[in-house]
């Protein structure tokens, strides 16, 4: 659509005649009547009167120009040359965001799945402790493994493993975290000695991880899928 069949189909919309619509821009009608027929392009100043016959602003008045007519006719004219470039500076900041959009989805994708990948804040591997018994106060917190240092005479020694024997109550503790070959919590006045089992070697998979991995290839695969797009999204915003 040319600048002049927009303009006639603009006064025809408000069912206005020629003479009609000329008195309100305040033009000769045979001047309009060029207008209409693309025999003359507006003035800025003439153009602004046409604005303010059909009650519109620039961008309302280039929304309804079906692709924005002759760029080139139209730029001739001041008003609508500064509308061109305000938009061209508009789409090549909506492209900036869409390309910054796209590689921050990327890198944060790869980097969340690395990350679960890796096992990085969610280690996977099991570590096993062992405690044989409560160890009471007083008492070195080895005692049941070192009790018989403790008996003099057979007598003593089978009365002391008898009482170790009934004080055992073994617990097992299973832990992400290292806490040392060997560690001890409090039981009251007590205490327990807990120490890893080295022979102990397990994983078990961490729906954390799992998560982050599923997460990071959706926002690889979404800054990708927006790479691919840009263009044309950017072709749509122009």
């Known amino acids: 659509m040319t600048l002049g069949q927009y303009i006639k189909q603009l006064r025809?919309?408000?069912?206005?005649?020629?003479?009609?619509?000329?008195?309100?821009?305040?033009?000769?009608?045979?001047y309009l009547s060029k207008l209409e027929n693309d025999k003359?392009?507006?003035?800025?100043?003439?153009?602004r009167q046409l604005l303010c016959a059909l009650?519109?602003?620039?961008?309302?008045?280039?929304?309804?120009?079906?692709?924005?007519?002759?760029?080139?006719?139209?730029?001739?004219?001041p008003d609508l040359d500064g509308w061109y470039a305000s938009q061209q500076v508009t789409s090549e900041h909506k492209q900036r965001k869409l390309l910054y959009s796209a590689m921050l989805l990327i890198a944060l994708g790869v980097a969340v799945f690395y990350v679960g990948f890796q096992k990085i804040l969610l280690p996977e591997r099991l570590y096993e402790y062992r405690s044989e018994g409560v160890v009471l106060a007083g008492e070195?917190?080895?005692?049941?493994?070192?009790?018989?240092?403790f008996t003099d005479t057979p007598e003593q020694r089978e009365i002391k493993a008898r009482e170790i024997r009934q004080r055992e109550s073994i617990k097992i503790i299973l832990t992400y975290t290292y806490q040392g070959v060997l560690f001890t919590t409090s039981e009251g006045e007590n205490r327990r000695l807990y120490r890893q089992v080295v022979t102990s070697e397990r994983e078990q998979t961490r729906l954390g991880?799992?998560?982050m991995q599923f997460f990071g290839l959706l926002s690889t695969i979404a800054g990708l899928v927006l790479l691919i797009i840009e263009p044309k999204l950017s072709r749509q915003s122009r």
């Open 55 to 77: 009650s519109m602003d620039v961008d309302a008045f280039m929304s309804g120009l079906k692709d924005k007519g002759n760029m080139a006719s139209l730029r001739q004219i």
């Open 209 to 211: 991880n799992v998560l």
């Open 40 to 47: 003359s392009t507006p003035s800025n100043e003439v153009f």
């Open 12 to 30: 025809t919309d408000m069912e206005l005649s020629q003479p009609q619509f000329a008195e309100r821009m305040q033009v000769e009608q045979s």
């Open 140 to 149: 070195p917190e080895d005692i049941f493994s070192v009790w018989h240092q």
